[in-house]
């Protein structure tokens, strides 16, 4: 499958999409950034002790023994692994967890692509399991990054090409008189729904706090939610809604622009900040 291989070849420039079309805007605190490498970067605490148990507790036992998707070993990136990581199909098991409760997707027959990285950005500065579903259609792609350490999910943003309005992919000069017209309608109505949103964008601030506080806080508290700003994810206009928690974390949750479904979700350890 050359798509695919393709997605981890570029993971660098991909991976991040959803995070860079909030305008490179969010970044992580310099504590975050400074923490100190134990063994090979990875910091074994009581609390990620603590934390790994949980999650682990919280997953589905069934995806493990009886996976309805199909894991194919992407391990092209010349990082190994160590005693302290958890295994691929863990990996894979708590990603596809994450999508079945937030997305509602069973991922029957879907193949799941795994890589593992070393600190594989400035963002997230630690070991990751990368996962990659494709549905079975074709039609779904999510995306996913792991902790190889406490099994936390970082984010998972969903590529869905029957929802992408601007002909993702299509070259301008490739483009049908039809697919033209439908580009430039489309364009319209998303700018015609900006202005609207940007006058009144409270639906979406109450949506992404009943998403976080539903299927992501696990009882913590969310301490605020504001609008943050506007993205595309496939060319499909999103809403990006930044949550504060009260143990100092922070969530970032970007909705649908007209239906407010969620489209992609990340979790900032310390808390979501602006790099202004």
């Known amino acids: 499958m ?20 909030i305008g490179g805007a969010l970044g992580v605190s310099s504590a975050m950034a400074g923490t100190a490498a134990a063994e090979e970067r990875k910091i074994i605490t009581d609390d990620t002790l603590i934390l790994g148990s949980i999650i682990e507790q919280l997953t589905r036992k069934d995806l493990l023994e009886n996976p309805p998707y199909i894991i194919i070993d992407e391990g092209n990136s010349g990082d190994k692994t160590s005693a302290k990581d958890i295994s691929k199909e863990k990996a894979v098991s708590y990603v596809a967890d994450k999508i079945i409760q937030l997305f509602g997707d069973n991922l029957e027959d879907s193949r799941a692509y795994v890589n593992f990285n070393k600190s594989y950005s400035k963002v997230i500065l630690k070991d990751v399991w990368v996962v990659f579903f494709d549905t079975a259609d074709g039609n779904k792609h999510y995306w996913g990054s792991v902790d190889s350490v406490t099994g936390q999910v970082y984010d998972i943003t969903l590529y869905d090409n029957s929802q992408d309005p601007l002909n993702f992919g299509v070259e301008p000069e490739e483009m049908t008189p039809e697919q033209i017209l439908a580009f430039q309608e489309a364009s319209g109505k998303q700018q015609a729904q900006k202005e609207i949103i940007a006058q009144d964008n409270r639906s979406f601030i109450t949506a992404a706090k009943d998403i976080v506080s539903a299927k992501l806080a ?36 970007q909705l649908d622009g007209f239906t407010h479904e969620l489209v992609d979700y990340h979790f900032w350890p310390e808390g979501v900040k602006e790099a202004r």
């Not at 570029?10 to 991976?15: A, D, P, S």
């Open 2 to 21: 050359k798509k695919e291989k393709n997605f981890f070849g570029t993971i660098g420039i991909l991976l991040f999409s959803a995070i860079l079309v």
């Open 218 to 253: 696990s009882g913590r508290n969310i301490v605020s939610a504001e609008f943050y700003s506007f993205g595309s994810v496939n060319s499909r206009l999103v809403v990006v809604v930044a949550l504060a928690i009260s143990d100092g974390s922070g969530y970032t949750v």
